[in-house]
């Protein structure tokens, strides 16, 4: 089982910028998959749930600026990133649990300057 993530880069405050993760190795329609991220010096944060019915959630200091959602035809989920704050800055990262276990992606950085 792999993710990869992919999509990050630098961009300047009020951008946009959607994140890609390509799933292999497992069924990937009956996983829920989820983001993290990681800002320099900070422990690592939840940031969006999509479940393998389709259902999302979005930590709320992020509602109404990400989204997020899946193509099981690709085995893609991604995460769509509006108005981009240089809070935002951090390293993002998708996982999924498979067989009780967390499976993570390699994670992409994505650096919003002022």
């Known amino acids: 089982v792999q993710l990869q993530a992919s999509g990050g880069g630098l961009v300047q405050a009020g951008e946009s910028l959607r994140l890609s993760c390509k799933a292999s190795?497992?069924?990937?329609?009956?996983?829920?998959m989820n983001w993290y991220r990681q800002s320099p010096g900070k422990q690592r944060e939840w940031v969006a749930t999509?479940?393998?019915?389709?259902?999302?959630n979005i930590v709320d200091a992020m509602k109404g600026r990400f989204t997020v959602s899946r193509d099981n035809v690709w085995r893609m989920a991604y995460l769509q990133m509006h108005q981009l704050i240089p809070e935002d800055t951090a390293v993002y990262y998708c996982?999924?649990?498979?067989?009780?276990?967390?499976?993570w992606g390699q994670g992409t950085q994505v650096t919003v300057s002022s």
């Open positions: 996982k999924t649990r498979y067989s009780g276990a967390d499976v």
């Open positions: 999509i479940t393998s019915g389709g259902s999302t």
């Open positions: 190795g497992i069924n990937f329609r009956l996983y829920d």
